[in-house]
């Protein structure tokens, strides 16, 4: 299956988000961006996460460390689901 890109530049005109906001998500590491042509392109896999971190900031408020720490709280709390389904399978046998 062939991945699709976004480019920041296009995608910060749709949707108002400043470039340096993403460009300061991918120095922290939160999201992961390539370039091509000098060009910065958002694999759109993860362009959901991209808008969730974009509201949490324009609309909650809440800055870089904040944004890193709800995403790896909300990564956990997946990954503990994730177990409990386990273990839930796992004693139906």
């Known amino acids: 299956m062939e991945r699709r890109y976004i480019k ?16 300061e998500l991918n120095q922290e590491g939160i999201i992961q961006l390539k370039i091509r042509d000098d060009d910065d392109y958002l694999d ?34 997946e990954k503990l689901q994730e177990e409990i389904q386990s273990l839930k399978r796992l004693n139906q046998i």
């Open 44 to 77: 759109e896999e993860f362009l959901a996460d991209l808008e969730m971190f974009s509201r949490w900031h324009y609309d909650l408020g809440i800055n870089l460390a904040g944004i890193d720490a709800m995403r790896h709280l909300l990564n956990r709390i």
């Open 8 to 23: 920041i530049t296009e995608y910060c005109k749709q949707t108002n988000v400043e470039k340096n906001f993403i460009s």
